[in-house]
C-alpha cells in the first residue's frame, strides 16, 4: 500500500531528529521534514498553508483559531518550550532590582504577540503583579515582517507599544538605555525578521540578567505552579485531516517515538566517556526537577498548563473568549 506524502515544517530539535533523519517513520506516513527558523515557518504556514503539518507558535494558533483564520488543527505535541521571564536582561542603570520594578518601565520584545511575550506578560502579573498597561512595550520586528501579520493581528487598545526604530535592535536599544529591559532572542532562531546581533549578558557592560540566578528562578517558578511553559505546538491542515483522520494519531505516535529516542540517547551517553564534564550531574538534576520526561506531550499532562496559557491570552485581549480544548485540538487526540 503506498503511503501518503506529507510535508512537515519544523526546527531541528533534539526530540524530533529521528524525524527528521527518517529513522522514525510515520506509520502510513513518507514524510519530507523542512527545517527552518520558527518564525518563518509560522508566518509561512499562517499566511499561505504551505506545508501539510507544522511547527506553530501556541500564541498565534490560539489567536488564529478563535478567529476562524487557521484552517489547520493541533495535536498535543509541544516541541518547544522555554523559561522565558528568568532570561529578561535589564540595563544597570535603570533601576530595576526586581520584576516588580519592571512598572512604569520599557520593555523589548520581538513582536507583541509573540508566544514568549504572552507568556511573560502572564507571569509578570501573576507571579509579580506588573500588568500589561503598567508597562509601555517596544517591537523590533518591522511591519510586514511581523508573523502576527499573517494574521492581521492588532495589539489589544489597552496597551502602549512602539515600534524601534530600523537602524536599531534591541540589544542596542538597551544598551543606550533607550529601553530599560528586553528578552534576548535566541540566536538560532535569528531571521531576517531579527536585526539583534547579540544576546546579551556576556560582554555586555551595560545590561544585567533581572535574575541573579535565572536558573533558580526558573526551578522555583516550576516547583510553584508545575508550568513547563509551553511556546509551540504541532499543528496539521484541515483539509488533510478531513479526508485522513488517521494522520493525527499516526504523527502524535511518530514524534512521541522520536522524543523517547532522543532520551534514550543522552541514556546511552552516560554509559560512555564523553566531553560534557558534569553530564551526569545535569541529566539527574534534569530528572530530579522534572522527572524522566521534561517535554510531555498529550493533553491528560499538560490539560493545566494549556488553561494557564487561554486564559492569559484571553485576559490580555489577544483572544475573544477563553479557548478549550476541544477548540483546538483534533478530536481523535482529545482522550491522549
Known amino acids: 500500500m503506498s503511503r501518503l506524502r ?4 519544523c526546527p531541528s530539535y533534539d526530540r524530533t531528529e529521528a524525524l527528521r533523519t527518517g529513522e522514525v517513520q510515520p506509520e502510513g506516513l513518507e514524510l519530507s521534514y523542512v527545517t527552518m527558523p520558527p518564525a518563518d515557518a509560522h508566518a509561512r504556514m499562517l499566511k499561505y498553508q504551505e506545508f501539510d503539518a507544522s511547527d506553530m507558535s501556541m500564541s498565534f494558533y490560539l489567536m488564529g483559531k478563535l478567529s476562524g483564520k487557521t484552517p489547520f488543527t493541533a495535536i498535543p505535541v509541544f516541541p518547544m518550550r522555554r523559561f522565558f521571564h528568568s532570561e529578561v536582561i535589564v540595563n544597570v542603570d535603570s533601576g530595576i532590582k526586581t520584576p516588580s520594578d519592571l512598572k512604569g518601565k520599557r520593555i523589548g520584545v520581538q513582536e507583541y504577540g509573540m508566544t ?8 509578570l502579573e501573576h507571579e509579580f503583579r506588573v500588568t500589561p498597561p503598567e508597562v ?3 517591537v523590533e520586528r518591522n511591519p510586514g515582517e511581523k508573523v502576527g501579520d499573517s494574521i492581521g493581528f492588532k495589539a489589544p487598545p489597552d496597551v502602549r507599544i512602539n515600534q524601534l526604530k530600523p537602524e536599531t535592535d534591541l540589544m542596542t536599544s538597551i544598551e543606550n538605555h533607550e ?4 528578552f534576548p532572542y535566541p540566536k538560532i532562531w535569528k531571521t531576517h525578521r531579527d536585526r539583534s546581533n547579540s544576546t546579551g549578558g556576556v560582554g555586555q557592560r551595560k545590561t544585567r540578567p533581572l535574575f541573579a ?4 528562578e526558573s526551578i522555583r517558578y516550576y516547583r510553584k505552579t508545575g508550568f513547563f511553559p509551553i511556546n509551540h505546538v504541532i499543528v496539521i491542515k484541515d483539509e488533510i485531516l478531513k479526508e485522513n483522520p488517521w494522520v493525527a494519531l499516526s504523527l502524535y505516535e511518530a514524534f512521541l517515538k522520536a522524543k523517547e529516542i532522543s532520551y534514550a540517547k543522552v541514556e546511552a551517553k552516560l554509559r560512555e566517556p564523553t566531553n560534557y564534564v558534569w553530564l551526569d ?3 539527574n538534576e534534569v530528572r530530579e526537577i522534572f522527572g524522566a520526561d521534561p517535554y510531555p506531550y498529550g493533553l491528560k499532562e499538560n490539560e493545566n498548563i494549556l488553561d494557564a496559557i487561554a486564559t492569559y491570552s484571553n485576559e490580555q485581549g489577544l483572544t475573544p473568549r477563553k479557548a478549550v480544548l476541544n477548540d483546538l485540538f483534533f478530536y481523535t487526540t482529545l482522550d491522549l
Open 116 to 123: 514568549l511575550a504572552l507568556w511573560l506578560r502572564g507571569i
Open 281 to 283: 550531574d545535569l541529566v
Open 136 to 138: 509601555e512595550w517596544y
Open 213 to 216: 540566578d535565572p536558573k533558580q
Open 6 to 9: 506529507l510535508s512537515l515544517s
Open 179 to 182: 529601553i530599560d529591559a528586553a
